[in-house]
C-alpha cells in the first residue's frame, strides 16, 4: 500500500472490470477510499457481438474469446470486494450515470459513506460499429448518452463538493478516437471529442477552486479489444468495421496489448497533490509510454490586407500556394 492518495475519496465509475477495475484498485493501493461503480450488478456481458456472429466464428476461436472474456467480467461489487481483499476501503454503486439523478446518488454516496469527494475518474463507455450512413439513432444515442452526457452528470454533482472544499481532481477517460479513427465508428470519434472539450471547459472553469480537469486515453487489453477482433473476424468483409484493410504484425493484436494495470500509477499521480499544477490536458497511456497530446494551433493562414471582403476567384489563386502549402488531408493521413 502507498501512501500518495492518502485520506482522499474516491467515485469511479465503470469500474467493474477492465480499465475502471485497473485504476480503482490502483487508487485505493495508494490510500484512498473508493466507491466503484457500473451499471448493474453481475457481468455487463458482451457489448455488440451477437449470438449468431460468436457461432460464425471457428470453434476455437470463438472459445478463445469466450474463456478470456469470462476472465476479465466483473462489477462494481466484485472490484470493492477485491479492494478490501488487498486491505483498502470501498464500497460499490449499482447505477447508469447517464441518468442525471442516478449520478447524483453516485456522488453522494462518496459524501454519506466517507464525509467527502476529492476524485472524481470517469472510466465509464459505450461503443459499437456502423458505417456512418448505416447508423441508428439508437447506437448514436447508446454511445453518446455515456460519453460526454454522463460524464457531464457526475461532474456536475461533484464539482459544488469540490468547490467548497478548495480542492478536487478530475479524470476523464477518451480515446485516440477523438482525432477521427480508422474503424467505422463516428458517435464514438464524437462522444470522445466531446469528453476532450468538456475537460478542458472544465479546466479553465474551476481553475480557481483548486480543482483539475484532465483527459486521459487509455491503451490497454480490454472487452473491447476482443469484441472488435472477434467482430471483424465474424461478419462479412464489406461489413468489416475498419475504413480500409489493416496492415500490419499478423496474429491476434489483442494478446500484444498492455494490461489494464499499467494505466492506473499515472491516474494516481495527476489525482494527487504532486498533480495539482496538471489540468486541462490530454495524455495517452499504453503500457510504460506516457504521452501527451500537443495543444492545438493555427499552422498556416491567408491574410487579404484590404478592406473588401475575399472573392472566389482571389482564393482559388491564393489557397494553393500559401493556405494550403505543403498540406496534406486528414482524412488521408491514416492510409
Not at 469528453?195 to 483548486?210: F, M, N, R, S
Not at 496492415?247 to 491476434?252: A, R, S, V, W
Request: glycine share 10%; hydrophobic share 40%; with cysteine.
Amino acid at each position: 500500500m502507498g501512501n500518495a492518495l492518502k485520506g482522499k475519496v474516491a467515485v469511479v465509475t465503470g469500474s467493474g472490470q477492465g480499465i475502471g477495475r485497473g485504476i480503482a484498485m490502483g487508487i485505493a493501493a495508494e490510500g484512498a477510499k473508493v466507491v466503484t461503480n457500473n451499471r448493474k450488478p453481475g457481468s455487463t456481458g458482451k457489448a455488440i457481438l451477437t449470438n449468431a456472429q460468436m457461432k460464425a466464428l471457428d470453434k476455437k476461436k470463438s472459445e478463445y474469446v469466450e474463456k478470456e472474456m469470462a476472465a476479465i467480467n466483473g462489477d462494481a461489487e466484485t472490484t470493492a470486494q477485491a479492494i478490501r481483499d488487498a486491505g483498502g476501503e470501498a464500497v460499490a454503486f449499482f447505477g447508469n450515470i447517464t441518468d442525471f439523478n442516478v449520478a447524483e446518488k453516485l456522488i453522494q454516496k462518496a459524501v454519506d459513506t466517507y464525509g467527502r469527494i476529492d476524485i472524481l475518474v470517469n472510466v465509464a463507455g459505450a461503443f459499437g460499429f456502423s458505417p456512418i450512413e448505416k447508423m441508428t439513432e439508437e447506437l448514436w444515442d447508446k454511445v453518446t448518452l455515456v460519453k460526454p452526457k454522463g460524464y457531464f452528470n457526475t461532474i456536475r454533482h461533484a464539482a459544488p463538493y469540490m468547490i467548497k472544499q478548495k480542492s478536487g481532481r478530475i479524470l476523464n477517460a477518451t480515446s485516440r478516437a477523438f482525432l477521427g479513427d480508422t474503424i467505422k465508428h463516428a458517435e464514438y470519434c464524437a462522444a470522445n471529442a466531446g469528453v476532450v472539450g468538456l475537460t478542458k471547459a472544465v479546466a479553465i472553469e474551476l481553475h480557481k477552486y483548486g480543482i483539475t480537469c484532465n483527459c486521459f486515453s487509455p491503451w490497454a487489453r480490454t472487452r473491447a479489444s476482443y469484441e472488435l477482433d472477434a467482430y471483424s473476424q465474424a461478419v462479412a468483409k464489406e461489413d468489416s468495421p475498419f475504413v480500409f484493410e489493416m496492415k500490419g504484425p499478423t496474429g491476434d493484436m489483442t494478446k500484444m496489448t498492455p494490461t489494464p494495470d499499467y494505466i492506473a500509477p499515472f491516474i494516481c499521480y495527476l489525482a494527487s497533490d504532486a498533480g495539482a499544477n496538471v489540468s486541462g490536458s490530454v495524455f495517452s497511456l499504453g503500457g510504460n509510454t506516457i504521452s501527451m497530446y500537443s495543444e492545438p494551433i493555427l499552422a498556416n493562414n491567408l491574410t487579404k490586407y484590404d478592406s473588401k471582403p475575399w472573392t472566389v476567384e482571389e482564393i482559388i489563386q491564393q489557397a494553393p500556394r500559401a493556405l494550403f502549402a505543403g498540406y496534406r488531408p486528414p482524412a488521408t493521413s491514416t492510409y
